[in-house]
């Protein structure tokens, strides 16, 4: 079946302005989560989702950042008044976790690249 | 602070040998573990996983050893294949379906 789509893949903001960025997860995964990748190193956590449930965003770096998923599917990551230092890439990931396997696997989107310039 | 560390930026393995990925972690609340491979403007793939009340895991050619006494867990890849050949992440979680912590990646080059 379809993996976790991401969009834009890549995207370019000048500083100061407000970007989106969409994912939408594995049908039926109720977990979503995102993260922060800067060059060279590993994600970094952010927020995430269950259903449409915020239950942690204490990775936020600032309260530029915003995430919602106000259905429980698709989630949006905002950030307003884009920054140099918010040029990274941010992956989305879902999961579903069945208890009688105890699998609690993230599956990645390819990501978006964003480059405030 | 760094709560899981891959100390090895790079490794470098000939076609066919093993290929040994170290990680080390020190929250010993950590009680599940993951293999991810990443090739370039991809996101990560799902490798492997374990959790605490197992020391291996197998499929095909990945093992994944866990010590929770050293908090510390690699992952065998045998026989080593040039498509093995990707940024490999070691992640850990609190109790399963939470946020997973990243280390900062092994860069696996497999030579023909």
């Known amino acids: 079946g379809a993996g976790v789509s991401q969009s834009p893949r890549y995207k370019v903001a000048k500083r100061g302005q407000d970007v989106a960025l969409r994912c939408d997860p594995i049908s039926g995964h109720v977990s979503l989560f995102w993260y922060q990748q800067a060059l060279g190193q590993g994600p970094e956590f952010l927020t995430y989702f269950q259903n449409e449930a915020q239950l942690d965003k204490s990775g936020l770096p600032s309260d530029r950042f915003f995430a919602e998923r106000p259905e429980g599917s698709v989630s949006t990551l905002k950030i307003q008044r884009t920054q140099q230092e918010d040029s990274a890439v941010y992956l989305c990931a879902s999961s579903s976790p069945t208890t009688e396997l105890a699998s609690y696997e993230q599956y990645f989107g390819p990501g978006t690249r964003l480059t405030v310039t | 602070d760094q709560q899981v560390k891959q100390n090895s930026p790079s490794l470098s393995v000939q076609e066919g040998r093993i290929s040994i990925l170290n990680c080390d972690y020190t929250?010993?609340?950590?009680?599940?573990f993951l293999w991810y491979k990443k090739y370039p403007a991809e996101g990560p793939t799902f490798l492997i996983s374990i959790s605490s009340i197992k020391d291996k895991n197998e499929d095909g050619r990945f093992t994944v050893f866990l010590n929770k006494s050293a908090k510390h867990l690699s992952l065998h890849i045998v026989p080593s294949q040039p498509g093995d050949s990707a940024v490999y992440f070691c992640?850990?979680?609190?109790?399963?379906?939470?946020?997973?912590?990243f280390g900062k990646g092994t860069r696996l080059s497999v030579i023909a």
């Open positions: 929250n010993s609340m950590f009680d599940y």
């Open positions: 992640a850990a979680s609190v109790g399963g379906n939470t946020p997973l912590v």
